[in-house]
Nanobody, 115 residues
Framework: QVQVVESGGGLVQPGGSLRLSCAAS????????MAWYRQAPGNQRELVAR???????VYTRFLKGRFTIDSDNAKNTVYLQMKSLEPEDTAVYYC?????????WGQGTQVTVSS
């Protein structure tokens, strides 16, 4: 059974940085896409960034270059480096891993940006 687990969230002051990690355990084949989404209270879940196994990256425009997505395909792990965090970045961040036949979601990790 595949499990996807996020880590690295927490409380950070405005302007600070965090690095989120997401790892898939269990037998998972042919990942074709790994992505980070976020959901703030009262809002819909939205895409933050995605990466394919060949390294193609897509970022949502609101990030303004502050976040970087990377992956370690051998470890089925994806990372999100977040810099210059703003209070508006406060949300639960979710990892999504997509294979040819399934889509797996983690439980989410809370990121709170506040002074």
């Amino acid at each position: 059974q595949v499990q996807v687990v996020e880590s690295g969230g927490g409380l950070v002051q405005p302007g600070g940085s965090l690095r989120l990690s997401c790892a898939a355990s269990g037998t998972i084949f042919s990942i074709i896409d790994m992505a980070w989404y976020r959901q703030a209270p009262g809002n819909q879940r939205e895409l933050v960034a995605r990466i394919t196994p060949n390294g193609t990256k897509v970022y949502t425009r609101f990030l303004k270059g502050r976040f970087t997505i990377d992956s370690d395909n051998a470890k089925n792990t994806v990372y999100l480096q977040m810099k210059s965090l703003e209070p508006e970045d406060t949300a639960v961040y979710y990892c999504n891993m997509v294979t040819l036949s399934d889509s797996y979601w983690g439980q989410g990790t809370q990121v709170t940006v506040s002074s």
